[in-house]
């Protein structure tokens, strides 16, 4: 096996398309190492070093990994949803991931990095290549989420909700809620107003208007999302953000507004988005963020009971895991201890 650069692949490449199959095809990952992604992250300012893990000029793995622009010798190399690697073949996955580190510890000095975050959709306790990795103390991605099943018919799907998402979904239906896709240029502001107000009352905390126009003009031109918005008699009640990316679909944005509160949107606009994933093939559909025990620290702990309604099971995974480069790090601590004595001559 060899590793090979990647960095500004056209779409249109051969190279390209190869590594997006390998990508989609891979349940250990997803669209954050797509280069879609990749690209959206680019916009944002962010670096990004791409790596191809060959075997007998056979692209089998790899990874995105992006990085800040200004990291002073102390940034990281950061894979959400990766590496991609063939996790199931401890052996293949473990000399793939040392090649792609031992490559990425080479690429230091040139993207002022000392160490290397990774958290591919790996389950719970991890394989024995992260031996070499320590626990991150924050993760990507996150660590828990409810998957629900959406191979079957949607009729099976609906007698497997929760009783009470059964029935708001169906009064939400009767009392006239629709739901409709936007791709209009006015869509991501339309969303954000929504979101905004959801922010405001539920008390959680949202990116900047422009996080989301640079995420729509990267993502929307490859049909990767999708906008979906509930209403009533004209009045938009919801929006939701859907990923849809190979097998699995991802609810990764979403809210209500402070009207009409009792014609349950919410559940409109998830059973929408369900049967929208399911339209595009997708056979998982991901809640993106969930907490099975509810703890009231957890950041998703007041949506989880509104996910569980819908049933899937929960998944938690290995979350995000370090390895540094020891040469590096003794680099940073040095100029930290050098830039101190500095400040205390100046002193």
């Not at 029935?167 to 991501?188: C, M, Q, W």
């Not at 539920?202 to 989301?212: H, S, V």
């Not at 995000?320 to 040095?334: G, K, M, P």
Request: glycine share 8%; proline share 5%; charged share 20%.
């Amino acid at each position: 096996m060899k590793v090979e650069r990647l960095n500004n692949l056209d779409p249109s490449w051969d190279i390209a398309q190869q590594w997006e199959t390998l990508v989609r095809s891979n349940p250990a990952s997803g669209f954050m190492q797509s280069l879609a992604w990749a690209d959206f992250k680019r916009r944002q300012g962010m670096r990004y070093l791409h790596l191809g893990l060959k075997d007998n000029d056979k692209l089998i793995g790899g990874a995105i990994f992006y990085t800040s622009h200004h990291n002073k010798g102390a940034g990281f190399f950061m894979a959400p949803e990766g590496p991609v690697l063939p996790w199931h073949d401890v052996e293949h996955a473990q000399v793939g991931l040392s090649l792609l580190v031992k490559a990425a510890e080479s690429c230091t000095a040139a993207f002022d990095t000392m160490a290397v975050r990774i958290e591919p959709r790996v389950q719970f306790p991890g394989p024995a290549s992260f031996a070499d990795f320590g626990r991150a103390p924050i993760d990507l991605v996150p660590r828990e989420t409810l998957y629900l099943n959406i191979e079957p018919s949607t009729e099976e799907i609906l007698s497997a909700m929760h009783p009470k998402a059964r029935y708001n979904t169906g009064l939400a239906t009767r009392r006239g809620v629709v739901v409709k896709e936007d791709s209009t240029p006015e869509a991501i502001r339309k969303f954000y107003l929504v979101l905004q107000e959801a922010a405001s009352r539920d008390q959680f905390l949202i990116e900047p208007f422009k996080f989301f126009t640079t995420l729509w003009d990267s993502l929307a031109p490859t049909g990767l999302v999708k906008l979906l918005f509930a209403e009533h008699e004209g009045e938009i009640l919801g929006a939701l953000m859907l990923i849809t990316y190979g097998p699995r679909a991802t609810y990764l944005y979403g809210g209500i507004t402070n009207k009409k509160r009792n014609l349950m949107a919410g559940y409109a606009l998830q059973w929408a988005a369900i049967t929208e994933a399911k339209a595009c093939g997708c056979a998982t559909y991901d809640f993106y963020g969930y907490d099975q025990y509810m703890a009231p620290k957890n950041n998703y702990a007041r949506f989880s009971k509104f996910k569980s309604q819908f049933g899937g099971r929960a998944i938690r995974f290995v979350g995000a895991h370090d390895h540094y480069f020891l040469d590096r790090l003794a680099d940073v601590v040095v100029r930290a201890v050098n830039e101190l004595d500095l400040t205390g001559l100046r002193n």
